[in-house]
């Protein structure tokens, strides 16, 4: 099976209630940042960024903050759904500098039934 | 969408084997990048590159090389694979223009050298 999710925090979340997942990041001049979500076997998966440049970004279901007096993120679920089950991880860039990211080693997110 | 393929969703070799894992990416982009994805760690970045045949190192490039000669394709060698090089191995790829450099990633390859 896959292994990747193990020794990660989880967030155990009733199905149609909302989730928050949270993330602190490392680097004050990071500007750019994004959540992915990786279903068990599977690569990655983009769903929101957001640039330093806001405090609030939102997209279908989800809501990414950004707080960057406290470099902290936060992605908002709302209406959980079985199929968010999975690991999510934040993502910190620094655009325009170094072609490399900071990531977390994520969350992991259970729908209960 | 971006699309990221690698060649192979598992894999199984030998201590010793010369592994190749190979990555394409059909959007024009610029960059292409290399991870492995441990336990407890996150992703650690290999090596990556910004233009054909240009390349630099990651945070762990040791054990590793890689090829790209030409710009959909970027290639991980692990010249003589090691139990310790057992992981899941990313690929992503970024545009590289500057305005929006969000990476995705292929589905990676689970890599395991007995």
């Known amino acids: 099976g896959e292994s990747v999710g193990l020794h990660l925090p989880t967030l155990s979340v009733q199905e149609g209630d909302n989730s928050i997942i949270n993330c602190a990041y490392s680097?004050?001049?990071?500007?750019?940042f994004i959540w992915y979500k990786q279903e068990s076997g599977k690569g990655p998966q983009f769903i929101i960024d957001?640039?330093?440049?806001?405090d609030k970004r939102q997209g279908q279901r989800v809501t990414v903050l950004l707080n960057k007096t406290v470099k902290h993120l936060s992605l908002q679920i709302a209406a959980t759904q079985p199929g968010d089950s999975a690991v999510y991880f934040c993502?910190?860039?620094?655009?325009?500098?170094?072609?490399?990211?900071?990531f977390g080693t994520g969350t992991r997110l259970k729908v209960l039934a | 969408d971006v699309k990221v393929t690698q060649s192979s969703r598992y894999l199984v070799k030998r201590t010793g084997e010369k592994v190749f894992l190979e990555c394409v990416q059909d959007?024009?982009?610029?960059?292409m990048f290399w991870y492995r994805q441990d336990p407890g760690l996150g992703l650690r970045l290999i090596y990556f590159?910004?233009?054909?045949?240009?390349?630099e190192k990651g945070d762990i490039p040791e054990g590793y090389s890689v090829s790209r000669e030409k710009k959909e394709r970027f290639s991980l060698i692990l010249e003589s694979a090691s139990t310790n090089q057992t992981s899941m191995y990313l690929c992503?790829?970024?545009?590289?223009?500057?305005?929006?450099?969000?990476?995705?990633f292929g589905p990676g390859t689970r890599l395991t050298v007995l």
């Open positions: 590159s910004y233009d054909v045949k240009m390349k």
């Open positions: 992503a790829s970024s545009s590289g223009d500057g305005s929006t450099d969000t990476q995705y």
């Open positions: 680097n004050s001049a990071s500007d750019y």
């Open positions: 993502a910190e860039n620094i655009r325009g500098g170094t072609y490399k990211y900071i």
């Open positions: 959007m024009d982009h610029e960059n």
């Open positions: 957001i640039r330093s440049n806001m």
